[in-house]
């Protein structure tokens, strides 16, 4: 094992292992990311207007009177609400020369726009440069029907002008003006970078991480592999790699190695580096190639992943929901979720009539024909120990009274899901032991529709061959199975929906044994193109009343992207759940995007009818056949799966679980997170507190405790100085690191503590 960085050469070559030297560092409280010179930063003095003038492009137009807005976040979020259509945005920019001057490579300039949902025309002094996300040459006429075509919002723009071209107007100042169009939901300029620079070394020399996460081996290696890059058809770069990891918390330096590469065009070269470290401990790899010739450097960093979820103990202990919802005579499923060393003996005491326990798996089963509500007390017993564990039973008409826990195939594969990976799903719930930590739901999202057969019946598509038989699989596993459709003709995959076949779906559903629908509004947007209150509700209703005649308990999630507020009426359809937001990617801008902006929403949470901000993206995602570990870093991860499960969100995990990660399986098998999300009181966290980039977030607990989540939404760490005035409460409080599983001690009055850049201390504090 070599204990550095080593460098894999093409298979049929020796591995070599490249010189090391250790290096003593002076401590750097570093782990923040460094600013990269040269660049016009394009990020702010946006002005915007909605309408379409074509006057708007020109260079001399006067916008003074136009509203200022940010280009990092969508319209609709900067308060231009169901905004669709056209709309303008202006920057004034003085590009100066000296670009050209401090640049080794001299030719092109880059402008980078983030990314524009969906279309967009971009002028620069009134000359059209661009158009959805191609560079047009000089003297193009602007296209009027641009937005025609398949949707470019996910397209990052970056338009690049020879470095003589008239349209730039060199050490004056410039106009960009974008004309973007939005066909539908969010819309407009988005995402990040925007900045002008030359295409200089860091365009043609670049480090890769994507190709594989960390690996950890034994309790103290964690590994990466790298590539770095030279995609230049005919420069050669030679210069200086420097790899060293810091600690986060005191900056010590963990590990430094330095080698010279000689990078000709067209190479790329393929890295691991290993790091000896405590694996809780937060870390930064710093990655620089220092060129020879121009003395440039190109960075790079990455945050390591940190474990803080203790390993499950050998004596049992007992997790999951401990109230459970089932309407009279419907089929009961609920699986006692335990860890410890096997052999587990499982026993119930209370079990209301109807009910059994199987006594080897501990999965209740059967039916209760009473409406009431049962005290059950849950028995693990193994070599080590006994655990016991009061289980609420409520015989009524609401179910889901704890945010459903599971999988859904969407953020992995899209609409390349088969029954395979469904199986495969279900399978990893056990084999990697996320069941025994209470996720339960495996849920087909898109893709396994085919068409209605002339009796009405919804047919499944080859991938999903006998889905009766499936269902019945995943539930021999002690799981659910769920299922997606839309209200209209048509999903947003393009498959068939259920518009005029609701009830016979319902009844193929219940039949099929599916126990939670997602049911998407897609295409009904054609039947219903400006819906009204009524309009928005009725489809919903319509399925709702036809799941209702089924003897099944099946969880019914809205997804219509929040429209009309749907947090307000979700229980008036009698709906489970409700997506709050548009669709969630594995990135920072639309994580906290979506989560920091769930308050308005929260008071309208409660047991069994839950406001959903979408789904988890951690792990191995892709949303289609190739996956790519999440962009997030392991401290956007944190605060992820801790805002998730303060905003009782139902958490449905969306990566690929047959490649479950260690870091990845620590994000999720955290009892006492979990246990946050799954509190039975039901209450949504709320924002307590805000400065600046700084929120304190606070979710009441049944037992009278606290849930506080203290996030850092800047990109350097950050002491937080918590008043527990801020938080509404009083007096000696114990608190607790939900995630580290710690006690802290006592607090009275305040207490301070650091948080990681874009990152989080989920804290529990437990009246004395
Ligand atoms: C979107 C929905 C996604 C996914 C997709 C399937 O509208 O928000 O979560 O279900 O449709 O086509």
């Known amino acids: 094992m070599n204990y550095g960085l080593t460098y894999q ?17 002076a401590a750097l409280m570093a782990c923040h990311r460094t600013p ?20 708007w492009s020109g260079a001399s137009f006067d916008d003074s009177k136009w509203d200022l807005i940010k280009p990092t976040d969508n319209w609709e979020n900067q308060g231009y609400k169901n905004l669709d259509g056209f709309a303008w945005y202006r920057l004034r920019i003085v590009i100066p020369h000296s670009l050209i001057d401090d640049a080794y490579i001299k030719d092109s300039l880059q402008i980078k726009l983030g990314k524009i949902d969906d279309y967009d ?26 937005f025609n075509g398949p949707s470019r919002w996910d397209v990052s723009r970056r338009y690049v002008l020879a470095a003589n071209d008239p349209r730039i107007h060199w050490d004056k100042e410039n106009v960009i003006s974008v004309r973007a169009y939005d066909s539908g939901g969010a819309g407009g300029m988005f995402s990040k970078p925007f900045e002008i620079s030359m295409i200089d070394l860091p365009d043609h020399v670049m480090f890769d991480f994507s190709q594989s996460n960390f690996k950890f081996s034994g309790d103290t290696l964690v590994s990466k592999q790298f590539a770095i890059y030279n995609i230049s058809q005919n420069e050669d770069f030679r ?128 039916a209760i024909s009473k409406k009431g509500e049962y005290k059950v007390k849950l028995k693990v017993t193994n070599s080590f120990g006994t655990a016991e564990k009061d289980l609420t039973i409520k015989c009524g008409e609401l179910i889901s009274l704890t945010p459903p826990m599971g999988w859904n195939s969407w953020n992995v594969w899209g609409l390349s899901v088969s029954d395979k990976k469904v199986r495969q799903a279900g399978e990893a719930f056990v084999s990697s032991g996320l069941i025994s930590h209470g996720w339960t739901y495996i849920n087909i999202d898109d893709g396994w529709e085919d068409t209605h057969d002339k009796n009405g019946n919804i047919l499944t598509n080859s991938k999903f061959p006998d889905m009766k038989a499936m269902c019945s699989y995943i539930h021999s596993l002690g799981l659910k199975v769920g299922i997606y459709s ?13 518009y005029t076949f609701e009830e016979k779906d319902a ?4 039949d099929w044994g599916i126990d939670y629908l997602k049911y998407d509004w ?67 801008e639309s994580l906290s995007g979506i989560g920091f902006v769930q308050d308005a929403c929260s008071p309208y949470s409660a047991p069994g009818r839950w406001n959903d901000p979408d789904m988890l993206v951690v792990g191995w995602v892709g949303w289609g056949p190739h996956l790519h ?22 958490l449905l995990i969306g990566c690929d679980l047959t490649q479950l990660d260690a870091f990845t399986l620590n994000l999720l098998t955290n009892d006492e997170v979990l246990a946050i999300n799954q509190d039975p009181l039901g209450k949504q966290a709320r924002q307590a507190w805000k400065s600046g980039e700084c929120q304190i977030w606070v979710r009441e607990l049944a037992d009278g405790s606290k849930a506080i989540g203290l996030f850092n939404l800047t990109e350097q760490p950050l002491p937080v100085n918590v008043k527990l005035d801020y938080l509404g409460i009083k007096g000696k409080w114990m608190m607790r690191d939900a995630w580290t599983q710690k006690d802290l001690g006592f607090v009275q009055t305040h207490f301070e503590m650091n948080v990681l850049p874009h990152g989080v201390k989920l804290l529990v504090l437990r009246k004395n």
């Not at 059209?128 to 641009?146: H, Q, S, W």
């Not at 839309?486 to 259920?498: I, N, V, Y």
């Not at 570990?629 to 139902?650: G, V």
Request: glycine share 8%.
């Open 9 to 25: 050469k093409p298979r049929f070559m020796k591995k070599l292992t490249i010189g090391l030297f250790a290096i003593a560092l």
């Open 36 to 55: 990269s010179e040269n660049k016009l930063d394009l990020s702010v003095q946006w002005k915007f207007h909605t309408g379409d003038d074509i006057a």
């Open 121 to 146: 025309q971009v002028f620069l002094n009134g000359e059209l440069i661009g158009e959805n996300a191609k560079v047009l040459p000089v003297n193009t006429e602007p296209r009027p029907d641009f």
């Open 239 to 366: 210069g200086l790699l420097t790899v060293k990891a810091n600690r986060c918390d005191n900056g010590n330096a963990l590990f430094k190695q330095e080698t010279i590469l000689d990078m000709s065009p067209n190479l790329h070269m393929v890295f691991t580096v290993n790091v000896i470290k405590d694996l809780s401990v937060p870390a930064t790899i710093y990655f620089t190639f220092k060129e020879n010739s121009s003395g440039k450097e190109v960075n790079a960093q990455l945050e390591m992943p940190y474990i803080l979820t203790p390993k499950p103990g050998k004596a049992p202990r007992i997790n999951g929901a401990s109230v459970f919802g089932v309407r009279p005579w419907s089929p009961f499923q609920y699986l006692v979720a335990a860890t410890g060393e096997p052999p587990l003996a499982y026993s119930a005491e209370g079990l209301p009539e109807g009910l059994r326990i199987h006594a080897d798996n501990g999965l209740i089963t059967g």
């Open 486 to 498: 839309s209200p209209g003709p048509k999903t947003c995959g393009g498959f068939e929906g259920s």
């Open 507 to 510: 009844r193929n559903y219940a």
């Open 522 to 588: 897609c295409s009904y947007g054609g039947i219903a193109p400006n819906p009204n209150d009524r309009e928005l509700k009725f489809p919903y209703r319509e399925m709702r009343k036809y799941l209702r005649k089924v003897n099944r308990d099946i969880h019914y999630s809205l997804c219509q992207y929040g429209m009309g507020e749907v947090w307000k009426w979700g229980n008036e359809v009698d709906a489970n759940s409700w997506r709050t937001t548009g669709d969630i990617d594995d990135s920072w």
């Open 629 to 650: 570990y999440t962009k997030l870093t392991p401290n956007e991860q944190y605060t992820h799966i801790s805002l998730w499960s303060l905003l009782a969100a139902p």
